[in-house]
């Protein structure tokens, strides 16, 4: 299974989302590589930083933030369980290359107008995948959502009919991704990290689902 972790705004949680589900993934024994297709190299420094903390490493962290992406994507996948493509912001060569690769599409997005209003440039390269690609599956996934907050509520119900529908699971706003991503780690080896896995862990089940 190849999912892309896409939206063309910045700081909406893609590689963030893309570490904790390979992370997840691998702790259940699955065989899991990460694509760094950002230019920005986010997900590489990661994975650098913890060689640096000698941190045993879970999964493979590979950059190829390029446009040939969906072509060496699958022969990736060939010797995986699970890829995870970190997409880019405003690359829109490499989000199509990478939309074109994928067996499932994620987007995250906050809790926000402004992300909703932002979401209309790769809602339109998903529409120009499809051509290629009509069973490309896509999600919407509400990530760094504060706590009981009502806008959460009223912008999943929004999408709830669109197309791309919503994923029930969202993700909330904690600092402890912050915290465990300052050391090269996930939120399961944090020791404040219980809720915030609870959600990972929610969040890789849904999508295994779907993408079955």
């Given at each position: 299974m190849i999912?892309?972790?896409?939206?063309?705004?910045?700081?909406?949680?893609k590689t963030t989302l893309?570490?904790?589900?390979?992370?997840a993934w691998?702790?259940?024994g699955k065989r899991v590589v990460v694509i760094d297709a950002d230019p920005q190299g986010s997900a590489?420094?990661?994975?650098?930083?913890?060689?640096?903390?000698?941190?045993?490493?879970?999964?493979?962290?590979?950059?190829?933030?390029?446009?040939t992406l969906?072509?060496?994507?699958?022969?990736?996948?060939?010797?995986?369980?699970?890829?995870?493509?970190?997409?880019?912001?405003?690359?829109?060569?490499?989000?199509?290359?990478?939309?074109?690769?994928?067996?499932?599409?994620?987007?995250?997005?906050?809790?926000?107008?402004?992300?909703?209003?932002?979401?209309?440039e790769i809602l339109r390269l998903l529409q120009e995948a499809r051509l290629f690609r009509p069973q490309l599956v896509a999600r919407f996934v509400l990530n760094r959502c504060g706590a009981r907050t009502i806008i959460a509520r009223e912008?999943?119900?929004?999408?709830a009919d669109n197309d791309p529908p919503v994923l029930a699971t969202r993700i909330?706003?904690?600092?402890?991704?912050?915290?465990?991503?300052?050391?090269?780690?996930?939120?399961?080896?944090?020791?404040?990290?219980a809720p915030a896995m609870r959600e990972i862990a929610a969040l890789s089940t849904e999508i295994e689902r779907i993408a079955r």
């Open positions: 999912v892309a972790l896409l939206n063309q705004k910045g700081g909406v949680g893309a570490l904790h589900l390979a992370g691998a702790n259940n590489l420094d990661w994975s650098e930083q913890r060689a640096r903390e000698t941190v045993p490493r879970l999964f493979g962290v590979v950059g190829l933030a390029r446009d969906h072509r060496e994507a699958p022969e990736i996948a060939r010797d995986a369980d699970h890829v995870l493509i970190d997409g880019p912001p405003r690359v829109a060569t490499l989000m199509r290359s990478a939309l074109l690769a994928a067996d499932l599409v994620v987007i995250p997005a906050q809790p926000s107008p402004f992300d909703g209003w932002a979401s209309g912008t999943a119900e929004a999408l909330g706003q904690r600092v402890v991704f912050a915290e465990a991503a300052r050391t090269g780690r996930l939120v399961c080896e944090m020791p404040q990290g």
